[in-house]
Nanobody, 130 residues
Framework: QVQLVESGGGSVQAGGSLRLSCAAS????????IGWFRQAPGKEREGVAV???????YYRDSVKGRFTISQDNAKNTAYLQMNSLKPEDTAMYYC????????????????????????WGQGTQVAVSS
């Protein structure tokens, strides 16, 4: 059974930093992609940062230069380093993975993240105050 467990959320002031972690288990770590989505109240869930099995990455425009995604394959863990946080970064952050056995896909299509059959973590809250 695939499990994605997030940690590292919290409350910070604008300009501060947080590091999110996502520990993956229950599948062979040959995912198509793993990354982070977020959902603010009243808004749709949106892709934030994703790392593909090729090693390539996707970042939404609003976090480029501030957020960095990485992974430690030995630990089956993905990380999201978030610097220079802004109040508009406030949201529930979800770890997500598309695994090879799901038949799904995950790709950067002309700057737009497209995906299917995503496995989700339970989420971790990030709150940034001004």
């Amino acid at each position: 059974q695939v499990q994605l467990v997030e940690s590292g959320g919290g409350s910070v002031q604008a300009g501060g930093s947080l590091r999110l972690s996502c520990a993956a288990s229950g599948y062979t770590y040959t995912d198509i992609c793993i990354g982070w989505f977020r959902q603010a109240p009243g808004k749709e869930r949106e892709g934030v940062a994703v790392i593909f099995s090729s090693g390539g990455t996707y970042y939404r425009d609003s976090v480029k230069g501030r957020f960095t995604i990485s992974q430690d394959n030995a630990k089956n863990t993905a990380y999201l380093q978030m610097n220079s946080l802004k109040p508009e970064d406030t949201a529930m952050y979800y770890c997500a993975a598309v695994t090879r056995d799901s038949g799904g896909y995950c790709a950067d299509y002309n700057g737009r993240l497209v995906y299917s059959r995503v496995r989700w973590g339970q989420g971790t809250q990030v709150a940034v105050s001004s």
